[in-house]
């Protein structure tokens, strides 16, 4: 069953609005978490690093006041979209690392697709 | 940058034919490379994984071969199945990226039934 729960999967909502993605590993704690970002029929690309009880690490281009990162516990990671824009349109992906884990780095979540209109 | 890469490319395979996918790198730092499985609408799945100091590792019905001299990347899908029909991407860890993954461009694989 899925490690890394993502929600919601899908959301629409008017220019303007901010939005939070919200990003849980259900069955072990994890200090890190990764948020990426994918356009249609590409690669995904990190967006940033989440880190329990400290500042996140953004990626080179990210605008850190546009996209706001919590990771107020080792369970949950939140995303925020501050006045998303339609160029915002994208489907994200959280990733969290299970230090027990033996061969993955990372497991994913199912991905949230916003569409701004 | 140094990246990790190859564009998205369509592979049409028929089913129970053996699937290649490509992938070359840059980072000759990077030690540590995963197959990932990414279906319509989902988050990558993991496949199988390999270190630097080998250069074959298999699983169920899938090999990954590693060449460090020439810095390429394959995943063999044996028989393959319709199921296996998703985009796969692969990634690698190490040098400068720390921890951090770097994921490659992507190949769509199509199985014809």
């Known amino acids: 069953g899925a490690v890394v729960s993502q929600h919601p999967s899908r959301v629409i909502c008017k220019s303007g609005t901010s939005v939070k993605i919200e990003c849980r590993s259900l069955d072990f704690q994890a200090t890190t978490m990764f948020w990426y970002r994918q356009f249609p029929k590409q690669s995904l690309m990190l967006m940033a690093t989440?880190?329990?009880?400290?500042?996140?690490?953004?990626e080179q281009g990210v605008e850190k006041d546009k996209f706001l990162i919590n990771h107020a516990s080792l369970t949950l990671s939140t995303l925020t979209v501050t006045s998303a824009h339609p160029e915002d349109s994208s489907f994200y992906i959280c990733?969290?690392?299970?230090?027990?884990?033996?061969?993955?780095?990372?497991?994913f979540g199912d991905g949230t697709r916003l569409s701004i209109l | 940058g140094e990246s990790v890469g190859l564009h998205l490319p369509t592979l049409s395979v028929q089913e129970g034919d053996n699937s290649i996918i490509n992938c070359a790198y840059s980072n000759s730092a990077s030690d540590y490379f995963i197959w990932y499985k990414q279906e319509s609408g989902k988050g990558p799945q993991f496949i199988i994984d390999i270190r630097s100091n080998m250069d074959k590792r298999q699983g169920q019905r899938v090999t990954v071969l590693l060449n460090k001299t020439v810095k390429h990347l394959s995943l063999q899908i044996a028989a393959t199945q319709p199921g296996d029909s998703a985009v796969y991407f692969c990634?690698?860890?190490?040098?400068?990226?720390?921890?951090?993954?770097?994921f490659g461009g992507g190949t769509r694989l199509m199985v014809k039934p």
């Open positions: 990634a690698e860890i190490g040098g400068n990226a720390g921890n951090m993954l770097t």
């Open positions: 990733s969290a690392r299970d230090p027990g884990a033996g061969n993955q780095p990372q497991h």
């Open positions: 989440s880190n329990e009880g400290s500042k996140a690490t953004y």
